[in-house]
């Protein structure tokens, strides 16, 4: 679900890349980091997560990146190896605007991919969605392996719906920029299609992919724009380190929407109220954080539905502040 940051005019995106482990998802991320000039993307950083390693970058896309008079950010996230814990997936592609699926090509990993894919689809009914709903790619990676698995069975059995699909190798680059731009095309697509208003509305991009992409064999892997080639950077230029971030956070990264420097907190039960000032102190959620915190109103209220409204808030501690999004659910029924 993509989320407006009224303070910053901006829109961010998630872009999950999802598959069994081993298949290449966190080479993929580093290829595209590496090609990627610094001043289109933020700083690779990696975090422990329920056991397992996440990693996580943003960036802005190219040429027509901006939608409504905000600049769109697309956050892109992976868990490296295979993840035991069910819950670090799930939360990772809690309000996913799309999805690259990652399949290996090795001789012996179709059961793999089949079992990896089945697991995708059950996590994201659990928000509502499925891969018809929302903008995915299939990318068939390791395609450089002197065995691999027949591409043309693995498409068959991977790809019923005929989803775009990539022969690609992370290990050389080769279909991960396309991958990417592609699905990244479609995101923008159902953004701009979905309006200002929509997106502020909380209805995500579900039903927004375009069924002309469907085909029954693999999508061509498109050129690369020179609007698009200007934000690669030159392979000569050295990569940027991983920043590690501490496992523990103040803030509870479980309740987080990942993917947006907004995070979306819920209410259930709220009372109206009046606020005589538009600062509001509250406690600081642990001791890590020595600084006072403070809430203050950054825009107007934002109705999201039927007893919904969204306020978009900036958190401050001393010299550091951080957007939030919060959506309050209110009733007015006596009790």
């Known amino acids: 679900m993509a989320l407006v940051n009224q303070a910053k005019r901006e829109i961010n995106a998630k872009i999950v890349f999802f598959g069994p482990g081993g298949a290449g998802k966190a080479t993929n991320l580093k290829h595209i980091f590496g090609k990627l000039k610094p001043e289109f993307r933020g700083f690779m950083k990696s975090m422990k997560v329920q056991g397992a390693r996440m990693l996580f970058f943003d960036f802005t896309p190219p040429g027509d990146g901006n939608l409504h008079g905000f600049r769109v950010r697309i956050h892109v996230y992976t868990i490296s190896g295979q993840v035991g814990d069910a819950a670090a997936w799930k939360m990772v592609l809690k309000g996913v605007d799309g999805i690259v699926f990652v399949a290996d090509a090795g001789p012996k990993r179709l059961d793999a991919n089949l079992e990896s894919l089945d697991t995708l689809a059950s996590y994201l009914q659990g928000y509502g969605q499925s891969l018809s709903l929302v903008p995915t790619v299939l990318q068939l990676n390791k395609s450089e392996l002197s065995d691999p698995f027949e591409l043309g069975e693995m498409e068959r059995m991977l790809n019923p719906a005929g989803l775009p699909s990539f ?48 085909a029954s064999t693999p999508a061509p892997e498109p050129e690369i724009a020179p609007s698009a080639a200007s934000f690669l950077r030159d392979s000569r230029e050295a990569d940027s380190p991983i920043e590690e971030l501490p496992s523990q956070f103040p803030w509870n990264v479980a309740a987080e929407t990942l993917g947006s420097e907004a995070r979306e907190f819920e209410t259930r039960s709220f009372e109206p109220r009046s606020f005589d000032s538009q600062v509001l102190q509250v406690e600081a959620p642990s001791a890590a954080r020595e600084e006072e915190l403070s809430l203050e109103l950054a825009g107007a209220p934002q109705p999201a539905g039927p007893g919904l409204f969204r306020l978009p808030l900036t958190i401050r501690a001393g010299a550091r502040s951080k957007s939030v999004l919060l959506t309050l659910t209110i009733s007015l029924d006596d009790e």
Do not use: W, Y
């Open 167 to 214: 022969r690609a190798s992370s290990q050389s680059g080769q279909g991960v920029l396309q991958t990417l731009l592609t699905l990244v095309k479609t995101v923008l697509s159902g953004l701009r299609e979905k309006g200002l208003e929509g997106i502020s509305a909380g209805d995500g991009l579900q039903g927004m992919v375009s069924m002309a992409a469907v």
